[in-house]
Every structure is written in structure tokens, then in C-alpha cells.
């Protein structure tokens, strides 16, 4: 995301291309922002990073999220497990 971001920004201000398309270029990285910027109120967004077998909790790490953030997802992912299998053990209520 950050090198898009920075694509984006760099080609938005190149002189060599048209203000339509230099336009265009800001419109689509504030609409990639603005779209971006919701996964972090997504559960199904943390849950699906945590548990990807290529990423766990090592993407949070290698792209330096705060401590308190990869906290936070690997307790929600515990959280949504301990759930689940709370109402599979009811019979599923």
C-alpha cells in the first residue's frame, strides 16, 4: 500500500502528464485512502491477516504496527475462536 501510495503521489505532480490525468491520479489515491483506511474497523480484515499461513502476525510486525495494535488483533482472533467454539460445545445455540 505505501509503495501505490507513493506511485500515486509521485505520477500526480509529473508535469509530463496532463492535469486531467494528474487529477485523476489524486482522485484515486484519495479514494484507495479513503477505502484503505476502513479495514482497520474490520474484524474479517484482522482475522483474515492473522490467520493468513503466509502472513500470521509477522505482517503486523514486518510493516511496524504498533505493539498494541498486533495485541489487539491476535486477542480478537483468540476472542472470535473461543466464541466459535463455544457454540459449536452448545450444539451450536
Avoid: C
Amino acid at each position: 500500500m505505501d509503495h501505490i501510495d507513493e506511485v500515486l503521489i509521485t505520477q500526480s505532480r509529473d508535469l509530463m502528464y496532463s492535469a486531467a490525468i494528474q487529477a485523476s491520479l489524486g482522485v484515486a489515491k484519495r479514494t484507495l485512502n479513503r477505502y484503505y483506511g476502513l479495514t482497520d474497523s474490520s474484524d474479517v480484515y484482522w482475522i483474515a491477516m492473522v490467520l493468513h499461513p503466509h502472513h500470521k502476525l509477522k505482517y503486523f510486525k514486518d510493516t511496524h504496527w504498533k505493539q498494541g495494535w498486533i495485541n489487539a488483533a491476535e486477542t480478537l482472533v483468540q476472542t472470535k475462536f473461543e466464541d466459535l467454539d463455544a457454540v459449536n460445545l452448545d450444539g451450536g445455540d
